[in-house]
Nanobody, 126 residues
Framework: QVQLVESGGGQVQAGGSLRLACVASGLTFSRSAMGWFRQAPGKEREFVATISWSGSRIYYAASVRGRFTISRDNAKSTVYLQMNSLKPEDTAVYYC???????????????????WGQGTQVTVSS
């Protein structure tokens, strides 16, 4: 049974930082591309960042590039999202996802992902 469990969400003031983590089990993590998505109230779930299984390929949404950093530790089956210079518009539920068929590449479309976590709330106040 595949499980993705996110943690690290919370409430922070604008300009602050948070680090999200997602621990995976039940899959071959070291051969899975991983991604972070977010969904704000009344909006569609949107892509944030993705990393290939080796970590050699990374891609960010334009809205977070330069502020967020995605990384992974295959030995711990964990993917991270370091979020700096947070803005109120970053407020959303953040989800991690696993793509088992990307090869050593990344995936930016939510349709490419096979499994999803339950999400963790991030709230940024002004």
């Amino acid at each position: 049974q595949v499980q993705l469990v996110e943690s690290g969400g919370g409430q922070v003031q604008a300009g602050g930082s948070l680090r999200l983590a997602c621990v995976a089990s039940g899959l071959t993590f070291s051969r899975s591309a991983m991604g972070w998505f977010r969904q704000a109230p009344g909006k569609e779930r949107e892509f944030v960042a993705t990393i290939s299984w080796s970590g050699s390929r990374i891609y960010y949404a334009a809205s977070v590039r330069g502020r967020f950093t995605i990384s992974r530790d295959n030995a711990k089956s964990t993917v991270y999202l370091q979020m700096n210079s947070l803005k109120p518009e970053d407020t959303a539920v953040y989800y991690c996802a696993a793509d088992l068929t990307a090869g050593d590449y990344y995936a930016t479309s939510r349709r490419e992902y096979d499994y999803w976590g339950q999400g963790t709330q991030v709230t940024v106040s002004s």
